[in-house]
Structures are given as C-alpha cells and as structure tokens.
C-alpha cells in the first residue's frame, strides 16, 4: 500500500469516528489526486482491499461501534433526539440498516 495514501487515511480517520463508507468516500478522492502526480499506486480496488485488512484489526474502521457511539450521545443527554432522527443520520453516513438496528438494541438495552 502505498505510504502517503496510508498516511492521508489514517490522518482523516483520526479527527473523528469515521464510518466504513465515509472512509471509502476519502479513499476514493485521495487515490484520484495522488494517480495525478504518483505512478507507484496499485490498483484502486486493490489498494482499498489492503487498507481494509489494514484497519479493521485495529479497530479503526467499525460502523456497529460507530452507530453505537453516535446512538449513546444523541440519546443520553438533556436535548436527546428521535430514534428516526438518528437512524435518519446515521443511513446518510453509510450505515446498514441492520447495523443501525443492532446498535439500537445493544444500547438502548446494555446488550454489549
């Protein structure tokens, strides 16, 4: 995997949580810039295989943990919001449904 491509992921990933899709999102438009001035880069698909394996060992790329996060925040505090609200959000992230099912059931009842 080429460094830089690397280096740019994991620099976009550690601002904030990240779900798998926006991460691809990022993936895709950093490949397209550096295929402009680097010669060195494999194939897209490729590349985004080996950063798969790469991070979701590390725990980097989750959306089961991320929904659960995001779920835990909106709905803990004094201004809590809806539960469509947040599937809403959540699904325009790029997280499943089902995902986004799981993590409701796992958080609203502690089923860690």
């Known amino acids: 995997m080429n460094e830089i491509l690397y280096n740019k992921i994991l620099n976009f990933i550690a601002y904030k949580p990240r779900t798998v ?31 798969m394996t790469e991070l979701q060992p590390l725990g980097l790329l989750n959306d089961l943990e991320y929904a659960k996060s995001f779920i835990k925040e909106k ?4 201004k809590s919001i809806s539960k469509r609200f947040i599937e809403i959000f959540l699904l325009k992230k790029g997280v499943d449904r089902e995902v986004i099912e799981e993590a409701f059931v796992k958080t609203l009842f502690n089923n860690d």
């Open 75 to 78: 709905t803990g505090g004094i």
């Open 21 to 51: 899709s926006e991460v691809m999102r990022k993936f895709d438009s950093v490949y397209k810039s550096l295929l402009k001035t680097s010669t060195s880069l494999g194939d897209l698909e490729e590349e985004k295989t080996l950063l």
